[in-house]
């Protein structure tokens, strides 16, 4: 009994999948996500307890972020564009959160980052002391390759009950998501 107690606690506090909403029809055959991460990339990670720093891997969310990367990519593809195919190198959104973890120092993120394999082009996205969800995408659309990174603040509602079902939270992460899908456009098609 002693155990249930923390562990609940650890799942409310963290909150366990994340449900970003639904996901918008499709056109498989107007845009398509190739998904070509390293398995490490596609898993949970968090440096240690004490950390501000979660990378979130597939496993934190219900629906595949790739499925949310693919309808933003479609949602900034130009009329005129023809059919756009992204191959997807390097995708993950982060959740730093100095605010919600007084004792970690900003520094933490930009160290995991750069140990984790990401360039250093992507330590700008870093957030100034704001709880905030980071999202770094790499690939290639239509062959032509882009590099985009994206910070979203949020702040918790008081209401809260676990920090990934939070109105905010989410909004940021779908924010982060779909910043960079445009950025990835706006550098790949002409």
Not at 21 to 48: C, H, L, N, T, Y
Not at 64 to 88: D, N, T
Request: glycine residues 6%.
């Amino acid at each position: 009994m002693k155990l249930i107690i923390p562990v609940v606690l650890a799942a409310l506090l963290l909150g366990c999948t994340a449900s970003l909403g639904p996901v918008a029809k499709i056109d498989d055959k107007d845009v398509s996500v190739r998904d070509q991460r390293q398995d490490a990339e596609k898993k949970s990670f968090r440096p240690g307890m004490t950390s501000p720093v979660i990378l979130l891997g597939d496993e934190n969310f219900d629906v595949s972020p790739m499925l949310y990367l693919q309808e933003a990519l479609q949602r900034h593809k130009p009329p005129a564009a023809g059919s756009l195919e992204m191959v997807v190198k390097k995708f993950r959104l982060i959740d730093y959160f100095p605010k919600r973890q007084t004792s970690a120092q900003q520094a933490a993120l930009a160290g995991v980052m750069t140990s984790m394999g990401y360039s250093g082009s992507y330590v700008s996205a870093v957030p100034r002391g704001e709880d905030s969800i980071v999202c770094i995408l790499e690939g290639s659309v239509n062959g032509r390759t882009f590099q985009a990174s994206v910070s979203t603040p949020y702040k918790l509602s008081s209401a809260a009950a676990a920090v990934r079902s939070d109105a905010n939270w989410i909004a940021a992460a779908r924010k982060s998501i779909d910043q960079c899908a445009g950025s990835a456009v706006s550098q790949t098609v002409q």
